[in-house]
Nanobody
Framework: QVRLVESGGGLVQPGGSLRLSCVAF????????MRWYRQAPGKQREFVAH???????NLADSVKGRFTISRDDAADTVYLQMNDLKSEDAAVYYC?????????????WGQGTQVTVSS
């Protein structure tokens, strides 16, 4: 069983920065891929970024050049550094991870952390 806990959300002005963290509890299980998604009010949840076990990363086009995903496997943590935040970045950000549980890959979600972008 894996539990994901996000933190780091808050209120920031346009052009500002935030750093989100997600800690995975249950590190006895192999975590292969960690991802960030976001969901704004009235919209579908959308992919933001992911980082696989080897360190390879991918970002949604809407955040390329502004966001960076990284992971610290020793700390069982994935980060999302968000720079030059825009109004359209405001959303609840969710951590997601794929882990091996009893020989099968299972997907887990955190509870989310709110990011508000406002002047």
């Amino acid at each position: 069983q894996v539990r994901l806990v996000e933190s780091g959300g808050g209120l920031v002005q346009p052009g500002g920065s935030l750093r989100l963290s997600c800690v995975a509890f249950g590190s006895g299980n192999m975590i292969y891929t960690m991802r960030w998604y976001r969901q704004a009010p009235g919209k579908q949840r959308e992919f933001v970024a992911h980082a696989n076990q080897s360190g390879s990363t991918n970002l949604a086009d809407s955040v390329k050049g502004r966001f960076t995903i990284s992971r610290d496997d020793a700390a069982d943590t994935v980060y999302l550094q968000m720079n030059d935040l825009k109004s359209e970045d405001a959303a609840v950000y969710y951590c997601n991870a794929d882990a091996v549980i009893d020989g099968a890959i299972q997907t887990y979600w955190g509870q989310g952390t709110q990011v508000t972008v406002s002047s």
